[in-house]
């Protein structure tokens, strides 16, 4: 059984109307003249907390800081050109209760071909969405570090690392010359993901875990290889990590999946994921066998709440129903698809599911539906 609360279109509207959308202003940036700016930079220092900057087609050639809640939306075209090697994107100290969103541009190092699009995000309590942006010739590289809530959707990097940091990522890949193709520490969440180590002089796993918990589902981790190395494709130095049946793990010539000290624990795990094509909203869960469930939509919660059940990303308080069902035979999977009005650019719902299966309550990880 499944199916989408009678309500769920009301629900959406009144979820977004007590967001405040009409109160957000929306900033225009054309690199031809026809916006309100001619370059974004100046745009993002004019954008208040919760306004919308637009960025038509285009090349802009600058580095971008950020530290407040706004969201930055590329139109199909639209190309950001780094002027330094490093810190081309530097996203910090976004205040709790504030969403930085990001998506849809196309990023160029600074040397196109040879340096990445370095993108960091430092000490923000706020949410921060990165979703649907493309390497020019070259991935970008991302460092995240003493983050409460990134969400990481349709991207892949050439070198990534996240240390003390709460992360929920789907659809990414990460692939480095560097080792790893991922190192993290923290809670970190993949859900159909690929990792894959360097296979260069010294080969690398496809992720290091330095301490914290890593959670896979429907993901395949792949170790480097030479021709007689053995290398596993998680490295441990501590933690835990967790291993749905889904997960592929492939060490090279021997090797053990998962090496080192940290603890491996295989269970099934749920996940959640949501997307909107401007007039529907598309809602995937890959749930645990035999459960029961309901998903919820909020407007971003001030703060990851870390529970008995998991790790709770919504807001308690003025929560939505949106999907209920069960899970009563051995397929995981349910999908939902919800109509709704039209909602500007670049405004963000968190969506999370709640099973209940062996007389036990659990969470699914988050999704952030980026409108």
């Known amino acids: 059984m499944f199916g989408v609360s009678r309500s769920a279109r009301l629900a959406l509207a009144l979820l977004f109307s007590c967001c405040g959308l009409c109160a957000q202003r929306v900033l225009i940036v054309d690199a031809s003249g026809g916006g309100d700016f001619r370059s974004i930079g100046p745009a993002v220092a004019a954008a208040a907390p919760g306004d919308h900057v637009v960025v038509r087609q285009g090349t802009y050639a600058e580095n971008l800081e950020i530290d407040k809640g706004i969201a930055l939306v590329?139109?199909?075209g639209a190309l950001i050109a780094a002027t330094t090697i490093g810190g081309n994107l530097f996203v910090r100290d976004v205040p709790a209760g504030q969403a930085f969103r990001m998506r849809g541009f196309t990023l160029r190092g600074s040397f196109p071909g040879v340096f990445p699009f370095n993108c960091v995000l430092?000490?923000?309590?706020?949410?921060?969405?990165?979703?649907?942006?493309?390497?020019?010739?070259?991935?970008?590289?991302?460092?995240?570090?003493?983050?409460h809530q990134v969400e990481l959707?349709?991207?892949?990097?050439?070198?990534?690392?996240?240390?003390?940091?709460?992360?929920?990522?789907?659809?990414?890949?990460?692939?480095?010359?560097?080792?790893?193709?991922l190192r993290c520490s923290g809670s970190v969440t993949?859900?159909?993901?690929?990792?894959?180590?360097?296979?260069?002089?010294?080969?690398?796993?496809?992720?290091?875990?330095?301490?914290?918990?890593?959670?896979?589902?429907?993901?395949e981790v792949r170790a480097?290889?030479?021709?007689?190395?053995?290398?596993?494709?998680?490295?441990?130095?501590?933690g835990e990590v967790v291993?749905?049946?889904?997960?592929?793990?492939?060490?090279?010539?021997?090797?053990?999946?998962?090496?080192?000290?940290?603890?491996?624990?295989?269970?099934?795990?749920?996940?959640?994921?949501a997307a909107s094509n401007g007039a529907r909203l598309e809602v995937e869960l890959h749930g645990l066998s035999g459960s029961?469930?309901?998903?919820?939509?909020?407007?971003?919660?001030?703060?990851?709440?870390?529970?008995?059940?998991?790790?709770?990303?919504?807001?308690?308080?003025?929560?939505?129903?949106?999907?209920?069902?069960?899970?009563?035979?051995?397929a995981r999977q349910r999908v939902l698809s919800i109509p709704h009005a039209p909602v500007p650019a670049g405004y963000a719902i968190v969506l999370q599911a709640a099973q209940f299966a062996g007389g036990a309550l659990s969470l699914s990880s988050p999704a952030v539906a980026l409108f």
């Open 224 to 238: 480097g290889a030479l021709a007689t190395y053995p290398q596993s494709a998680i490295d441990t130095l501590g």
């Open 243 to 273: 291993l749905d049946p889904t997960v592929r793990l492939v060490p090279a010539n021997g090797a053990p999946p998962v090496s080192g000290s940290g603890a491996v624990v295989m269970r099934e795990v749920a996940s959640l994921g």
């Open 74 to 76: 590329g139109e199909p």
């Open 190 to 219: 993949l859900d159909r993901c690929v990792a894959r180590g360097t296979t260069g002089a010294v080969p690398g796993a496809g992720i290091r875990v330095d301490n914290g918990r890593l959670t896979l589902t429907r993901t």
């Open 292 to 330: 029961d469930f309901v998903i919820l939509a909020t407007r971003p919660a001030p703060a990851v709440l870390p529970t008995s059940f998991g790790e709770l990303w919504l807001l308690a308080e003025d929560h939505v129903l949106v999907g209920f069902g069960s899970l009563r035979n051995s």
């Open 122 to 147: 430092r000490d923000t309590l706020g949410l921060c969405v990165l979703q649907e942006l493309y390497g020019d010739l070259i991935q970008p590289s991302l460092h995240i570090e003493r983050c």
């Open 153 to 181: 959707r349709a991207i892949a990097w050439s070198d990534a690392t996240v240390v003390d940091s709460t992360l929920a990522a789907s659809t990414v890949v990460f692939e480095s010359d560097n080792l790893w193709g």
